[in-house]
């Protein structure tokens, strides 16, 4: 089976370290990013297979970072999961949402719903 590739975009360094290394565990290789403007950086470059995205970010939204990348036609189809300790927002274009803390069976479980059985 071939890689897959997961972009964890979340500013607080431990939350990002635990989703990378949980990732990682479970088959995926991980890139982080500890906000929109570093994420966009590295979607110039790397077209992920999920993304999961913490809701605050510095200086940026999750929901609004995911909304720009749904207007872009090479990412639009990126399954997203956004996550947030202060509730779901409601005009989210996310695929999934999960509050945090986040159940790790759950998180894989909103992955998985959204990926091809045989990867890329």
């Keep these: 089976m071939p890689n897959q590739y997961a972009l964890v975009i979340e500013d607080e360094p431990s939350i990002r370290r635990t989703v990378a290394i949980f990732l990682r565990g479970i088959g995926f290789e991980t890139l982080t990013a500890p906000d929109a403007p570093s994420a966009r950086r590295l979607l110039e470059?790397?077209?992920p297979d999920v993304i999961i995205a913490d809701?605050?970010?510095p200086g940026e939204t999750?929901?609004?970072l995911i909304d720009d990348l749904r207007e872009r036609p090479e990412l639009a189809p990126t399954p997203v999961v956004l996550m947030s300790a202060y509730g779901e927002p409601a005009d989210h274009?996310?695929?999934e949402f999960l509050a945090k803390p986040f159940d790790?069976?759950?998180l894989e479980l909103?992955?998985?719903r959204h990926l091809p059985e045989?990867?890329?």
């Design 45 to 47: 470059y790397i077209r």
């Design 62 to 64: 999750g929901h609004a």
């Design 93 to 95: 274009r996310a695929d």
């Design 55 to 57: 809701e605050r970010l």
């Design 104 to 106: 790790p069976d759950l």
């Design 118 to 120: 045989n990867g890329k």
């Design 110 to 112: 909103a992955i998985r």
